[in-house]
T-cell receptor, first 113, second 113 residues
């Protein structure tokens, strides 16, 4: 299973873009990169995922490098409500095809007023 | 109404007691999961189920058992609770036809004295 490395914590000013990096140098060709966030002990919330192309939805953008060894989650206009722990996850599969999520410790993002 | 609900939301119990945590979902998903989260750490998978007749152990299944009573219900039991099972427990669901994202419940905070 590919592992991910994220900074332990980051700060960002309200209204600015928050860029959260993730390294996944051992990712294999058929593994996706998923991002979740967890706001203060609530259940984790899905944000976005991608394979090799950049992706954008109403919450964020995901930039994946051409070699797929790293990615960046971008929150374009961060608000105080974006303060959370952000998890970068490479999706693993068991032999039965289960889509297990392996959570690391994530990045604690603090948005400052 | 929440799509994934967990009961109870908080529970304090004593060592040796049997505890059941319940999860229900109205999303119509076939796959359900139980995770635990220790303070300051990411989530660890306890058990997962593809359908009513399929139960699989996750990373940390020792000391836990599960029951998939129906497609919409997945229960986690601690037969004889011990203090190091004090944690936040999350249930999640996913749809095999979906994009692979999981939808989490609000969590159950369990304290074993």
């Amino acid at each position: 299973d590919a592992k991910t490395t994220q900074p332990t914590s980051m700060d960002c000013a309200e209204g600015r873009a928050a860029n959260l990096p993730c390294n996944h140098s051992t990712i294999s060709g058929n593994e996706y990169v998923y991002w979740y966030r967890q706001i203060h002990s609530q259940g984790p919330q899905y944000i976005i995922h991608g394979l090799k192309n950049n992706e954008t939805n109403e919450m964020a953008s995901l930039i994946i490098t051409e070699d797929r060894k790293s990615s960046t989650l971008i929150l374009p206009h961060a608000t105080l409500r974006d303060t959370a722990v952000y998890y970068c996850i490479v999706r693993t599969k068991t032999n039965q095809g289960a889509q297990k999520l392996v959570f690391g410790q994530g990045t604690r993002l603090t948005i400052n007023p | 109404d929440a799509d994934v609900t967990q009961t109870p939301r908080n529970r304090i119990t004593k060592t040796g007691k049997r505890i059941m945590l319940e999860c229900s979902q109205t999303k119509g998903h076939d796959r359900m999961y139980w995770y635990r989260q220790d303070p300051g750490l990411g989530l660890q998978l306890i058990y997962y189920s593809f359908d009513v007749k399929d139960i699989n152990k996750g990373e940390i299944s020792d000391g836990y058992s599960v029951s998939r009573q129906a497609q919409a219900k997945f229960s986690l039991s601690l037969e004889s609770a011990i203090p190091n099972q004090t944690a936040l427990y999350f249930c999640a669901t996913s749809d095999f036809r979906g994009k692979g994202e999981q939808f989490f419940g609000p969590g159950t905070r369990l304290t074993v004295l």
